[in-house]
């Protein structure tokens, strides 16, 4: 299961994989994940198990994973306690996204070859 994850597993890591493998699978265009609100270790955790999985993912698309616990900090210090978690926090967890980015991340011609050979 998932270390960012404390609750009822739903599925094994093995299976997890094959799930990431199956919908890789049925892709005919490059794709990236988008982090839709979760965590950042959650989304980090996520893009492992997909490189663990042998997907070749283009990239990611996600915001609130890397800078949703600094809304509360604006909201109780304003912008320079923004400011100062964004260079502390934010760059932490923009750091871990990056890393694990290179580790698994692939261009998006390696598996499709070019833009010609995509299909429309």
């Given at each position: 299961g998932?270390?960012s994850?404390?609750g009822?597993k739903?599925?094994?890591l093995?299976e997890?994989k ?23 270790a ?6 492992e198990v997909?490189?663990?999985a ?6 990611v698309l996600?915001?609130?994973a890397?800078w949703?616990k ?18 502390d926090e ?17 261009p998006w ?12």
């Amino acid at each position: 299961g998932a270390d960012s994850y404390g609750g009822q597993k739903a599925y094994t890591l093995e299976e997890a994989k094959g799930f990431y493998r199956k919908a890789a699978d049925a892709a005919t265009k490059p794709f990236i994940y988008l982090s839709a609100g979760v965590s950042n270790a959650e989304f980090c955790e996520n893009l492992e198990v997909a490189a663990a999985a042998g997907v070749d993912y283009a990239g990611v698309l996600c915001g609130r994973a890397t800078w949703a616990k600094g809304v509360p900090v604006f909201a109780k210090g304003g912008a320079e306690a923004l400011r100062n978690w964004l260079q502390d926090e934010g760059l932490r967890n923009i750091s871990a996204l990056n890393a694990v980015l290179a580790k698994g991340a692939k261009p998006w011609f390696s598996k499709y070859g070019g833009r010609s050979l995509i299909n429309s």
